[in-house]
């Protein structure tokens, strides 16, 4: 019997395209706290978002032939997880939910409240496509390349991304500490 949690994601991936279900729990123990944590950051629900979990993975499961061990794993599932909590927020019709999807939850905890409220308000201002991959990057930890892969767009797209929210983000911040 094999020890499938000593392997890497692209073992896994050939194991669960043959399906293996000792390679899928694998993989499940693997990622569920991260998928977790990241559907919950963005639905405020913990009961829904077991539901969006079970979902993610159901969905991995019934698109196992068709995965690709060349390509990351990891940014199938958080692609798989994005696009379900968009849809989600899309469908129930609320444009203060969908923003919420994007905004910060935390700032460092060594910021001051105030300090706080004006790094939240000024990254609620930048542009949608700005603020998801900001967040995605500084706050979910993902790299570059696996938010490129998640969003559907080219890393140089990334790049430009992060560039305009640091420069709008300079500019906005510097603006409120001259007043």
Known sequence: MQDFSEWSDRQLTIEIRKSSQRAFKALYLRYFDAIYRYIAHRLYSGEDTQDFVQEVFTRLWQHRHDLDPKKSIKAYLYRVSYN????????????????????????????????????????????????????????????????????????????????????????????SFVN
Not at 92 to 108: M, P, Q, V
Not at 140 to 160: H, M, N, P, R, W
């Open 84 to 175: 379900l909590v968009i849809d989600h927020l899309r469908k129930r019709g609320s444009d203060k939910i969908f923003r919420e999807y994007i905004t910060l939850s935390n700032s460092s905890p060594e910021s001051t409240m105030d300090d706080r409220m004006t790094l939240k308000e000024a990254i609620n201002d930048l542009p949608e496509n700005v603020r998801l991959v900001f967040k995605m990057s500084r706050y979910d930890g993902l790299k570059y390349k696996e938010i490129a892969d998640i969003c559907q767009i080219s890393i140089k797209t990334v790049e430009s991304r992060m560039t305009q929210a640091f420069k709008l983000l300079r500019k906005e911040l510097a603006a």
